[in-house]
């Protein structure tokens, strides 16, 4: 990785190729999409704007040309890249101006509540758009006998999903941008600066003002039932399952503990995800208040 890294930042041209080669194989496989935001994300955070305005747009002309030549088409491959590429490069941005982790993760959760307000004010019903759009994608008639079910059972499955698509689509948005941030992060440390992405994980916090706003979202959201503030609520709670992992990890570090129980942490999370996350969010909210790593560091000295 960290020779991808180097590779990455041997020029404008190389960087370009290899971005745009890893988001026509995330079109497929959406890891590579991550690595291609992350190149992104970390030529931002060495070269600054100009220098990723010299990346992004030849990037971008390879992933189209090489789009269409492979699928004929050249929207997906340039809307991919307005995905994958935009956020990261704004929320990079703030990283390197501020020089705050804190405040590009805050960054972030705008970008994916924007992203949530935009499609509620301009679709005016997103769950009849949704709805649409999953029919066209997973047409019941043709999918009931694979899945040895009634086609009504489908779309009334899609019914249910379809208002929840805002807040699921901008979550997602949000947990592959802060994912491909803090792998450039670490890429720029491990170039740069061995072990110092570490030590800045291990510390994030993001504030009591963030940790209220998200607790209040997500108790309104359970009571309103509301699909607008549904999706707000699934932003900031996908912003603070990431203060958790921080949390989590500070707190391994500060007692000394085995790295296993990292590890079984995330095995955890891949067989419980729903449980592990809420668990890592409310982590992350307690944290505001009570600063569990401080104490944890207090009480192993």
């Known amino acids: 990785m960290k020779a991808l890294a180097a590779w990455t930042m041997r020029g404008p041209m190389q960087a370009a190729v290899l971005s745009a080669s890893a988001l026509l194989v995330g079109i497929a496989l959406p890891p590579f999409a991550w690595l291609s935001a992350a190149m992104m994300a970390l030529v931002m955070l060495s070269a600054g704007p100009a220098g990723a305005l010299r990346v992004a747009v030849p990037a971008l002309v390879i992933s189209v040309a ?4 492979a699928i004929g088409s050249p929207y997906v491959p340039a809307l991919t890249a307005l995905a994958s590429w935009l956020p990261v490069l704004l929320v990079a941005g703030v990283l ?12 972030a959760a705008v ?9 509620h004010a301009v679709a005016g019903d997103p769950a009849a758009l949704w709805q649409g759009l999953l029919e066209g994608m997973v047409p019941a008639e043709r999918m009931a006998p694979d899945f040895d079910t009634d086609p ?3 779309v009334e ?4 999903v379809a208002p929840l698509m805002t807040g699921l689509v901008a979550a997602s948005t949000v947990a592959s941008c802060i994912t491909a941030l803090f792998l450039a992060r670490w890429w720029q440390a491990a170039l740069y600066n061995p072990g110092g992405f570490r030590g800045e994980f291990h510390q994030l916090r993001l504030g009591q003002a963030a940790a209220m706003v998200t607790a209040a979202l997500m108790a309104l959201s359970a009571l309103t039932e509301a699909p607008l503030v549904f ?9 603070y399952l990431f203060q958790g992992l921080a949390v989590v990890h500070g707190l391994v570090a500060a007692r000394g503990m085995h790295l296993g129980w990292l590890v079984g942490m995330y095995v955890l999370g891949v067989v419980l995800f729903l449980q592990m996350a809420l668990a890592l969010i409310i982590i992350g909210i307690v944290d505001a208040w009570v600063d569990l790593r401080r104490r944890a560091g207090q009480t192993s000295d």
């Open 231 to 239: 999706g707000l609520a699934l932003v900031a709670g996908v912003v």
């Open 157 to 160: 499955l899609i019914g249910r």
């Open 152 to 154: 009504a059972r489908i």
């Open 96 to 107: 390197r101006t501020t020089m705050r982790l804190d405040l590009a993760l805050a960054a």
């Open 66 to 69: 090489g789009g269409w030549l």
């Open 111 to 119: 970008v994916g509540w924007v992203i949530v307000l935009a499609v």
